[in-house]
C-alpha cells in the first residue's frame, strides 16, 4: 500500500514538471540548453584533460573551486535564515521555510558538481567512500567536507521531501520528526561553512588563507549572499505563485543582510589593517588583490567592484527608507550578490595563490570552457531548484494533494499549469 | 479496465526496462571502461591502494604495469617495488655557495624520472637570487635565461621536494594517496591519487605538479628501470613529485639521485642521517645549515649550507 501511495505521489510530480506554461518550457529548454554545453565542454576536458583549464602548478584551483566556495555559503545562509524562525513559529517565515532548504539541496548540487569537474581522476571518485576505498578522515579537512556536505545535502533533502509529502496527505508534520532535523540542521548549516573555510585556513603554506578570521568571514558574507539571493527568488515566487511572502518578512531579512554586511566588511578591515600595518613578507597577496603586484593587477578591477559594492549595499540596506523600497532593495541585492561572489569566490581563491609558494606571480583567468562549464552547472542548481519548486508550490499552495481513495494524485487549477481545467476533472490512477 | 490496466503495467515495465539500460549505458560510457576494453583495465579500475596490496596483488600489479608499459614504449621495462632500507633515512645538501644556476640537475631528473615532455614538467625549480637581497623568494627570478650563467651579482637555489619530517601534504589528502616511507621519501601512488590539488595548496615549496594533460614521453627517451612509486610512467590527471629517485637510491648497491650524480659543481650531496660516519651528518655537524621556511614546522631533511 504504501508503495502504491508513493507512486501515486511521484506520478502526479510527474506530471506537474511536464506540463506548463509556455514560458516555463521556455525556461526549461534554455536551462537544459546552457546543460547541453556545458557537459558538452566536460567531455571535451575529460578528454583533454584539465590542461583545456587556464590552471596550472601555480595556480592549481580556479573559477571551478571558487564557485564551489561561493555556492557552500548560499546553502548554508538559506537554512540559517529560514529554520529559525520556522522552529520558533516567526509567522512571516514559517511557510517558507521549505524554499530555503530546497535552495540548499540546488547549492549543493552544484557543490558537488563544481567539486566533480574539478579533480582530474573523475572515475576515481570511489576512492573517497569508506569501505571501498579510504576517506582520509579526520585528517584531511577535504575529507571533512566531503561528509558534511553529503550529511548536508540528504539532511535538507530529507526535511523537504518529508514536510512536502506530509502535507500532500493534507497532515501536519510530525513535529517529533521535523523539529530535531530542522534544530541539526542549524548546526550542520554553520559546520558545512567552517569546515570549508577550514579547508583553506589550515593550510600553513598560504599566508592569505593562514589567517584565524577567515571562518567568521566566510559565515559572515554567507549570510549577506545568501538571503540577498532568497529576496529576489521569495519576490519570484510570490508574484508568479500564489504563495504568499509577507513584505514584513523580506524587510526583515534585509535587516539582518545589514548587520551581516556590517560584521563582514569589519572583519575585512581587521585583516586588511593587520596586513598593511605589519607589513610583513605575508603582504604580497593582499598587495596583488587590491593594488597589483610588479605589474599584475588582473584581479585590482574586480576586487574594487566588489568593495564599491558591497559598502552601497551595506547602507542601501542599512537606512530604513531604502531597505523597504523594493527598486532600491533588489539593487541591493543584485549588489551584494555580485560582491559577495567575487570576494568568496576569485577574490579569496586567487591570492591564496598568487604570488605562489616560490615567489612566482602567474596570473589566472578562466578559459571558455571553465566558462561554459560552470554556465552549465548554473543552469543544472537553477533547473534543480525550478523543479522542486514546481512540486513544493502547488502542495503548499494546497493545489496538489492526495485524492479521496488516498493514493491518486489531485492536481488543481494553478497558474502555471496549462490544460489544468482537464487535469483537475480526471485524475490519476495507478 | 482490467486490459488497459494490464497494458499499462506491460508499458510501465518496458519503460522502466528501457530506462535501466539506458541509465547503465550511460554510466558505463561516461564513468566507466569501454566493454571491450582488455581485463587490465577493469584490474587496474579496481586496484586498491598500494599500501593495502597483498605481496600477491603487488606482484599482479607489477607484472601487469610492466606489460602494459612495454607495449606502449616498446622496451623492455623493469616496474620494481623495492621496499625501504632498514637503518636507512635520507638526507640531502645543498651547496649554496658552489651552485651556479645551469640547470643540468633539472634535466637530468627529467630524463630519470620520466617526467613529461610535452609538455615539461620539472621537479627542479632553480630561482636566481640577488646577492644583495639573500633569500628573498618574493625576488627571486625563476624564469632567468643568459647567455652564461652564473651572473654576476647572483646566487642560485635550487627548490625541490624537501622531504618534510612533517609533510603537509600528507596530511591533506583526502585518500592517503601519498604517504612518508620509513626511509623518510615521501611518495604518491599514481593509480590511487584522484587529482583533486589539494597536496598542492598545501605544499610550500612548489614541489608538487599536476599532469594537466596526457604526459608526453617519447619511447626514444623513456627510461625503462622504474619503480611503482617514483619514476614509472603517470597517467593524466595525477599529481606527481620528487621522490629521491627511489629508483636508485633504495638499490643494493645504492646509486646516487640523477641531479647529485650530474651536478657539475659538487653542489650536491646525499646521504643516510642515521649513519653518523655519512657525508650528510658532516655538514649538518660542521656548517651552516639552514632549512627552507622553518617557521612552518614541516622539518625539511633538505639542507641548504655554504661550504665556502
Not at chain 1, 193 to 212: C, D, E, I, K, M
Not at chain 1, 313 to 328: D, G, H, K, M, S
Not at chain 2, 207 to 228: I, Q
Request: aromatic fraction near 14%.
Amino acid at each position: 500500500m504504501p508503495m502504491r501511495m508513493i507512486w501515486g505521489f511521484f506520478k502526479g510530480t510527474l506530471v506537474l514538471i511536464t506540463k506548463g506554461s509556455k514560458a516555463y518550457y521556455i525556461w526549461m529548454v534554455t536551462l537544459l540548453c546552457f546543460m547541453g554545453i556545458g557537459f558538452l565542454a566536460y567531455l571535451y576536458q575529460l578528454q583533454h584533460g584539465l590542461i583545456v583549464t587556464a590552471m596550472r602548478d601555480q595556480v592549481s584551483w580556479g573559477f571551478y573551486i571558487s564557485n564551489f566556495t561561493f555556492l557552500v555559503g548560499v546553502a548554508a545562509a538559506a537554512v540559517l535564515l529560514v529554520i529559525p524562525a520556522y522552529v520558533y513559529h516567526w509567522k512571516p517565515l514559517k511557510e517558507v521555510a521549505v524554499l530555503g532548504e530546497m535552495l540548499a539541496v540546488s547549492a549543493m548540487v552544484m557543490c558537488l558538481l563544481f567539486v566533480t569537474v574539478d579533480i582530474g581522476r573523475p572515475d576515481r571518485f570511489w576512492h573517497l567512500i569508506p569501505k571501498f576505498g579510504i576517506l582520509n578522515f579526520p585528517q584531511s579537512m577535504l575529507a571533512w567536507d566531503v561528509v558534511v556536505l553529503n550529511i548536508y545535502l540528504v539532511l535538507n533533502l530529507t526535511i523537504a521531501v518529508f514536510i512536502l509529502y506530509n502535507l500532500y496527505h493534507k497532515r501536519e508534520p510530525s513535529k517529533s520528526f521535523t523539529t530535531p532535523l530542522l534544530l541539526f540542521s542549524i548546526p550542520a548549516a554553520v559546520s558545512i561553512h567552517t569546515v570549508t573555510a577550514f579547508l583553506y585556513n589550515g593550510l600553513a603554506a598560504r599566508p592569505f588563507w593562514n589567517a584565524s578570521i577567515l571562518a567568521p568571514r566566510f559565515l559572515a558574507s554567507a549570510f549577506c549572499s545568501g538571503p540577498a539571493l532568497m529576496i529576489i527568488l521569495f519576490q519570484i515566487i510570490r508574484k508568479y505563485t500564489r504563495i504568499e511572502i509577507k513584505n514584513e518578512a523580506i524587510f526583515k531579512v534585509a535587516e539582518l543582510i545589514a548587520y551581516s554586511m556590517f560584521i563582514n566588511l569589519f572583519l575585512l578591515g581587521a585583516e586588511v589593517f593587520k596586513e598593511f600595518y605589519s607589513n610583513t613578507i605575508h603582504l604580497a597577496p593582499m598587495q596583488y588583490l587590491f593594488f597589483g603586484l610588479k605589474g599584475h593587477s588582473d584581479l585590482v578591477p574586480f576586487i574594487w567592484t566588489a568593495m564599491i559594492f558591497n559598502v552601497s549595499a551595506f547602507f542601501l540596506f542599512l537606512i530604513p527608507q531604502t531597505r523597504e523600497n523594493y527598486v532600491t532593495l533588489n539593487i541591493g541585492c543584485v549588489l551584494i550578490i555580485i560582491g559577495v561572489y567575487i570576494e568568496k569566490g576569485m577574490g579569496l581563491v586567487i591570492p591564496g595563490l598568487v604570488p605562489d609558494t616560490l615567489g612566482e606571480i602567474f596570473e589566472y583567468s578562466p578559459t571558455g570552457i571553465e566558462l561554459l562549464l560552470t554556465m552549465g552547472i548554473w543552469a543544472t542548481g537553477l533547473l534543480v531548484y525550478t523543479l522542486l519548486l514546481r512540486v513544493a508550490v502547488p502542495i503548499l499552495t494546497g493545489e496538489f494533494f492526495v485524492g479521496e481513495d488516498g493514493r491518486t494524485a489531485v492536481i488543481v487549477d494553478t497558474e502555471f499549469i496549462r490544460r489544468a481545467d482537464h487535469l483537475a476533472e480526471q485524475s490519476y490512477r495507478d | 479496465m482490467p486490459t488497459q490496466e494490464r497494458r499499462d503495467d506491460r508499458a510501465f515495465r518496458m519503460s522502466r526496462r528501457k530506462m535501466m539500460r539506458g541509465v547503465a549505458a550511460v554510466l558505463g560510457a561516461i564513468a566507466l571502461p569501454a566493454q571491450d576494453a582488455p581485463a587490465s583495465v577493469w584490474e587496474s579500475f579496481f586496484q586498491k591502494n598500494f599500501r593495502e596490496l597483498s605481496p600477491e596483488d603487488l606482484k599482479g600489479v607489477l607484472s601487469r604495469l610492466e606489460k602494459e608499459y612495454s607495449e606502449k614504449y616498446k622496451k623492455a621495462v623493469k616496474v620494481r617495488a623495492t621496499p625501504p632500507i632498514e637503518g636507512v633515512s635520507y638526507g640531502y645538501g645543498l651547496d649554496l655557495s658552489r651552485c651556479i644556476g645551469c640547470r643540468r640537475c633539472v634535466y637530468a631528473c627529467v630524463e630519470e624520472n620520466n617526467q613529461s615532455r610535452d609538455p615539461q614538467i620539472h621537479w627542479i625549480r632553480v630561482l636566481q637570487l640577488n646577492k644583495e637581497r639573500g633569500v628573498d623568494l618574493e625576488d627571486a627570478e625563476h624564469y632567468y635565461n643568459p647567455a652564461k650563467v652564473p651572473e654576476k651579482g647572483h646566487f642560485y637555489m635550487p627548490v625541490q621536494c624537501q622531504q618534510c619530517e612533517h609533510p603537509p601534504c600528507v596530511k591533506v589528502c583526502p585518500v592517503q594517496a601519498t604517504w612518508k616511507e620509513r626511509d623518510g621519501i615521501t611518495v604518491v601512488d599514481y593509480n590511487w591519487c584522484i587529482g583533486c590539488r589539494y597536496c598542492m595548496a598545501a605544499c610550500p615549496y612548489g614541489a608538487r605538479h599536476f599532469n594537466w594533460k596526457k604526459p608526453g614521453l617519447p619511447s626514444a627517451e623513456m627510461n625503462p628501470e622504474t619503480h611503482y612509486l617514483g619514476n614509472r610512467p603517470r597517467p593524466v590527471g595525477v599529481v606527481e613529485k620528487c621522490t629521491f629517485c627511489v629508483q636508485r637510491v633504495r638499490n643494493t648497491p645504492g646509486r646516487y639521485t640523477a641531479c647529485v650524480e650530474i651536478c657539475p659543481v659538487g653542489a650536491r650531496k646525499f646521504g643516510n642521517l642515521l649513519d653518523p660516519e655519512s657525508e650528510m651528518r658532516y655538514i649538518i655537524e660542521n656548517k651552516r645549515v639552514f632549512i627552507l621556511k622553518e617557521d612552518l614546522n614541516t622539518r625539511p631533511k633538505f639542507y641548504y649550507f655554504y661550504a665556502t
